[in-house]
């Protein structure tokens, strides 16, 4: 890659990084579309994040990525959010324009793309999201607005659960979640939205001890592992999967567009996933 003072400079902040495929996803990307733009990832720890947003304005960054745990803190840090981040209550991605930070979220959006393109169908469908951070409630308003039956939030914490339920439902003008402290045996769709499984932590699982139908449908939006602990229980039991990784490439692609105001193609996609499989 070669870096010069007119290069572009954008990036992920989270604690901890170390999992991320962001900086080489993006940048294999960006030297295939000849886009003068380089990605880095920041370990972020959260007493140090209002300082470390602040540095990437004052460096001339034209935006960044943002994941755990820093999602719901930087709706305190930026100068505006997009509605669709004051509606989720989360920023993922920030663009940076004279100085002012823009807050955005594309996590719903890339995770609606990802089912698209692996064939799942919301409508009427019972979902059951695992958690409730900024992640569950970017995926969990995305799928409220598809047509799901109905929707139940389960959650280490029921309180958060039951709030975040309460909050799809005041949304949407109906009452479509709930809150569980268990997942019912009836889902026909497990999505999950938390950290469990994630790298370096890639023997937890949360349907462990769990029986599922083989018509359910089990998704993960943690990526690194590909195929976490949780989806190879999903597949013994015979039920269908979905990775992270388009949800990666879905909200990837709309923050790029974000930072850089176009449009991209529709072959960005399949030039990312091409990206993806020589990681």
């Given at each position: 890659m070669d870096i010069s003072p007119l290069t572009k400079i954008v990036g992920v902040i989270g604690h901890p990084i170390g999992h991320s495929l962001s900086?080489?996803?993006h940048n294999n990307f960006y030297k295939k579309l000849k886009l003068d733009i380089a990605y880095l990832a920041f370990d972020v720890k959260p007493a140090e994040l209002e300082k470390a947003v602040r540095g990437m304005a004052a460096l001339g960054f034209i935006g960044f990525n943002v994941t755990i745990p820093h999602k719901e803190s930087m709706l305190n840090l930026v100068d505006e959010v997009?509605?669709?981040?004051?509606?989720?209550?989360?920023?993922?991605?920030?663009?940076?324009?004279d100085g002012k930070l823009i807050g955005h979220n594309t996590d719903g959006q890339g995770f609606m793309e990802s089912l698209?393109?692996?064939d799942v169908n919301i409508r009427d469908r019972h979902i059951v999201v695992l958690g409730a951070g900024g992640a569950a409630r970017a995926v969990s308003i995305a799928v409220a607005a598809d047509g799901p039956k109905r929707m139940t939030i389960v959650n280490r914490t029921?309180?958060?659960g039951r709030h975040l339920a309460f909050s799809i439902n005041d949304?949407?003008?109906?009452?479509?979640a709930k809150a569980a402290s268990e997942i019912p045996r009836d889902a026909d769709i497990i999505i999950n939205t938390t950290s469990l499984g994630m790298w370096p932590d890639v023997h937890a699982s949360p349907?462990?001890?769990y029986s599922l139908r083989a018509d359910t449908v089990v998704c993960d939006i943690v990526y690194n592992p590909r195929k976490t602990l949780m989806l190879?229980?999903?597949?013994?039991?015979?039920?269908?999967?979905v990775d992270g990784i388009g949800m990666l490439i879905g909200q990837a692609l709309r923050s790029i567009e974000i930072w850089t105001d176009t449009k991209l193609d529709s072959g960005a996609w399949n030039t990312m996933q091409e990206e993806i499989e020589h990681i």
């Amino acid at each position: 890659m070669d870096i010069s003072p007119l290069t572009k400079i954008v990036g992920v902040i989270g604690h901890p990084i170390g999992h991320s495929l962001s900086p080489r996803l993006h940048n294999n990307f960006y030297k295939k579309l000849k886009l003068d733009i380089a990605y880095l990832a920041f370990d972020v720890k959260p007493a140090e994040l209002e300082k470390a947003v602040r540095g990437m304005a004052a460096l001339g960054f034209i935006g960044f990525n943002v994941t755990i745990p820093h999602k719901e803190s930087m709706l305190n840090l930026v100068d505006e959010v997009e509605p669709g981040a004051q509606l989720v209550g989360a920023i993922n991605t920030v663009k940076i324009a004279d100085g002012k930070l823009i807050g955005h979220n594309t996590d719903g959006q890339g995770f609606m793309e990802s089912l698209k393109r692996n064939d799942v169908n919301i409508r009427d469908r019972h979902i059951v999201v695992l958690g409730a951070g900024g992640a569950a409630r970017a995926v969990s308003i995305a799928v409220a607005a598809d047509g799901p039956k109905r929707m139940t939030i389960v959650n280490r914490t029921f309180e958060r659960g039951r709030h975040l339920a309460f909050s799809i439902n005041d949304k949407i003008g109906k009452r479509l979640a709930k809150a569980a402290s268990e997942i019912p045996r009836d889902a026909d769709i497990i999505i999950n939205t938390t950290s469990l499984g994630m790298w370096p932590d890639v023997h937890a699982s949360p349907i462990t001890g769990y029986s599922l139908r083989a018509d359910t449908v089990v998704c993960d939006i943690v990526y690194n592992p590909r195929k976490t602990l949780m989806l190879k229980q999903a597949e013994a039991m015979g039920c269908k999967t979905v990775d992270g990784i388009g949800m990666l490439i879905g909200q990837a692609l709309r923050s790029i567009e974000i930072w850089t105001d176009t449009k991209l193609d529709s072959g960005a996609w399949n030039t990312m996933q091409e990206e993806i499989e020589h990681i």
